[in-house]
């Protein structure tokens, strides 16, 4: 019930395109829902985050999309760009704690 | 502002030796989270400390361990090395009443 599943596991996206990744999880008490990007040799770096009153949230060409009933939640990143290379995990957490459930991670890949 | 730092950046230990690696918080941030990441098991929460305290913790075995200090500079450590526990060590700091978690750039330990 602590799991988060993500997919893909990798996904190719031509530059301009839309890259959407989804996640979905079991666990009600989650209500707190970050994405994070990690490049290689780094840490991850967190893109944004929704908590499940809103069901969407946008910050540049980043956009959460969150679904209550179906407790699912997804990235959609918008004219993907070269830059946007990366693995990205989505997360979850669960009453104010700290602990963050990872997803598996998604290695995307925006061939120019 | 600085961001979380991690001492050191590569380890290499052989089996049943102890490992301790250190992490610095941003400024102002009281809870630090230590998290392993390995290709096959992602992303997994060890442990959180906030104000010198244990406040979660993970399903590891007692070989890892942790603390925290007055400055919330943390340690984690982990004795009895084995192979599995190779792995990237990260560490997130966040400010007392916020979910948001900054990772540090990690420590790759390499037990040989």
């Known amino acids: 019930q602590q799991q988060v599943k993500q997919s893909p596991q990798s996904l190719i996206v031509q530059k301009g395109g839309i890259s959407i990744i989804n996640c979905a999880y079991e666990n009600t008490a989650f209500d707190y829902f970050p994405w994070y990007q990690q490049f290689p040799g780094k840490g991850p770096a967190l893109l944004i985050a929704?908590?499940?009153?809103?069901s969407e949230k946008k910050e540049g060409r980043f956009t959460i999309s969150f679904n209550k009933s179906a407790k699912q939640f997804s990235l959609h990143i918008m004219d993907s760009q070269p830059g946007d290379s990366a693995t990205y995990f989505c997360a979850a957490s669960a009453g104010g704690a700290q602990k963050l459930v990872f997803g598996q991670g998604t290695r995307l890949t925006i061939n120019p | 502002k600085a961001g979380v730092t991690q001492t050191p950046r590569y380890l290499i230990k052989t089996r049943g030796q102890q490992v301790t690696l250190s992490c610095s918080p941003i400024s102002g941030h009281r809870s630090v989270s230590w998290y392993q990441q390995t290709p096959g098991q992602g992303l997994q929460f060890l442990f959180e400390y906030f104000s010198e305290t244990q406040r979660n913790k993970g399903n590891f075995p007692g070989r890892f361990s942790g603390r925290q200090f007055s400055n919330s500079r943390s340690e984690m450590n982990v004795s009895t090395l084995e192979l599995g526990d190779s792995a990237l060590y990260l560490c997130a700091s966040s400010l007392e009443v916020s979910r948001e978690q900054f990772f540090g750039p990690g420590t790759r330990l390499t037990v040989l």
């Open positions: 929704i908590r499940p009153d809103v």
